[in-house]
C-alpha cells in the first residue's frame, strides 16, 4: 500500500499543477468549459480533457500514467510517418504544450467536418426527397435493424445516448514473427428506442507494413448484463492462471 501510495505521489502532484494551469493555457479556454477527469481505477491512470458538444463530450486529450516506469505518456498521430507515435512528458510545460497542440487539432478537425458539410449541402438538398423514397433496412450480425441513414460507421447512431466517456487502451504483443500494436476505444451506450446496452469497439491494429481497422457494435438486453459481466470475470481468472 505503501508502494502504491508513492507510486501515485507524481500523479497527483501534476494533476493539481495542470488544474491550476489549464484556465490561463490558451484564450479560447475561457470561451468554452474544459472538462478535465482523471481515473486512478485504471492500470495506467488517465487524464481526460473533453468539451460538451451538444448530447455528448468530445474527447481531444487523453495522458496516460505508467506507475511502475513513473512516465507520463500519451500518442499522437503522425501524418508523415502514418503512425501513432508514443509521446513522453518530462515536466509540466511539455504536457501543458501537448495538451494545447491537442485542442488546436480538435478545434482544425471540426472545421474541416463544417467546411464539408457546407460544400456538400446543395447536394444532399437535391437528394433529400429521393433518400426518403428509397431508405432501405438492414439488420447486422447482432440482429439488430437499422436503417441506411444510420450513420453506423463512427459509431454515433442517432437513437442511441452514449453514457461513458471512450475508454482508450494501447496493446503491444511482440513475439518471433512479428510486432503487432492494437489501439483499442471502447464506449457505452442505451439504445433509446428499445432500451438495450450497446458497446461499440473500434480496433487499429498495425504492423510493420499495414494498418487495419475493425468496428464492433454490440447490443445486449438488461437480463444479459450480469451474464456478460460473468463470463469476463470467468476469462480474467483464467488468465491470470495460464
Given amino acids: 500500500m505503501r508502494w502504491l501510495q508513492m507510486s501515485l505521489e507524481w500523479f497527483s502532484r501534476m494533476e493539481n499543477a495542470v488544474r491550476?494551469?489549464?484556465?490561463?493555457?490558451?484564450?479560447?479556454?475561457?470561451e468554452v468549459e474544459i472538462i478535465f477527469d482523471t481515473d486512478t481505477t485504471e492500470q495506467h491512470p488517465t487524464f481526460t480533457f473533453s468539451v460538451e458538444s451538444e448530447s455528448e463530450f468530445d474527447e481531444f486529450c487523453i495522458i496516460l500514467f505508467d506507475p511502475i516506469n513513473q512516465e507520463f505518456y500519451s500518442y499522437h498521430y503522425d501524418d508523415e510517418a502514418e503512425l501513432h507515435a508514443k509521446?513522453?512528458?518530462?515536466n509540466l510545460d511539455q504536457m501543458l504544450s501537448f495538451i494545447h497542440a491537442s485542442y488546436h487539432d480538435y478545434l482544425d478537425e471540426i472545421d474541416e467536418i463544417l467546411d464539408e458539410l457546407e460544400e456538400n449541402e446543395d447536394t444532399y438538398s437535391d437528394f433529400n426527397e429521393f433518400e426518403v423514397e428509397n431508405n432501405h433496412t438492414f439488420i447486422d450480425d447482432d440482429?439488430?435493424?437499422?436503417?441506411?441513414?444510420?450513420?453506423?460507421?463512427?459509431?454515433t447512431l442517432n437513437h442511441v445516448e452514449w453514457i461513458s466517456n471512450e475508454k482508450f487502451i494501447h496493446i503491444e504483443d511482440n513475439n518471433l514473427n512479428a510486432s503487432v500494436e492494437h489501439s483499442i476505444t471502447y464506449k457505452l451506450g442505451v439504445d433509446q428506442e428499445t432500451g438495450d446496452g450497446v458497446i461499440y469497439r473500434t480496433t487499429i491494429s498495425r504492423d510493420s507494413e499495414e494498418e487495419t481497422e475493425e468496428k464492433v457494435l454490440l447490443y445486449f438486453k438488461e437480463e444479459e448484463a450480469d451474464y456478460i459481466k460473468e463470463l469476463v470475470e470467468e476469462y480474467v481468472n483464467k488468465m491470470r492462471h495460464v
Avoid: I, K, R
Avoid at 87 to 90: D, K, S, Y
Avoid at 143 to 155: A, P, R, S, V
Fill in 20 to 30: 491550476v494551469s489549464l484556465p490561463d493555457l490558451c484564450e479560447e479556454f475561457a
Fill in 87 to 90: 509521446v513522453l512528458f518530462a
Fill in 143 to 155: 440482429g439488430y435493424e437499422y436503417e441506411e441513414t444510420d450513420d453506423f460507421n463512427d459509431g
